[in-house]
């Protein structure tokens, strides 16, 4: 199972970024709980977005509910951020993991992709 992440950049505080995550062939999103977290230098990597196979529900943290938008097809997951603002610096990471897990936690996931840099400036 390999999954690609990509879509990070350097933003502005404010502006819109998309970030996407490919599973590779042979891999789906189908059948699974996919999820957003995101890690900055000294810190644990936390939990951003978790969407739900069996029921379509997605969680989203404090810190981005409001702004990011998660969303998913068959072999992508995507997360649509908005409002940026430079506290959203980060590695992104996308990650999939069994549609009767949760989703809020890393132990929740068992593939991950590879990580995709966001930088805010103010």
């Known amino acids: 199972v390999q999954l690609q992440a990509s879509g990070g950049g350097l933003m502005q505080a404010g502006d819109s970024l998309r970030l996407s995550c490919a599973a590779s062939?042979?891999?789906?999103?189908?059948?699974?709980?996919a999820g957003w977290f995101r890690q900055t230098p000294g810190k644990e990597r936390e939990f951003v977005a978790g969407?739900?196979?069996?029921?379509?529900t997605t969680d989203y943290a404090d810190s981005v509910k409001g702004r990011f938008t998660m969303s998913r097809d068959d072999d992508n997951i995507y997360s649509q951020m908005n409002s940026l603002k430079p506290e959203d610096t980060a590695v992104y990471y996308c990650?999939?993991?069994?549609?009767?897990?949760?989703?809020?936690?890393?132990?929740?996931?068992?593939?991950w992709g590879q990580g995709t840099q966001v930088t805010v400036s103010s």
């Open positions: 969407n739900r196979w069996l029921d379509g």
């Open positions: 990650a999939r993991g069994g549609a009767w897990s949760g989703v809020r936690l890393q132990s929740d996931y068992n593939h």
């Open positions: 062939a042979r891999t789906t999103f189908s059948y699974y709980n």
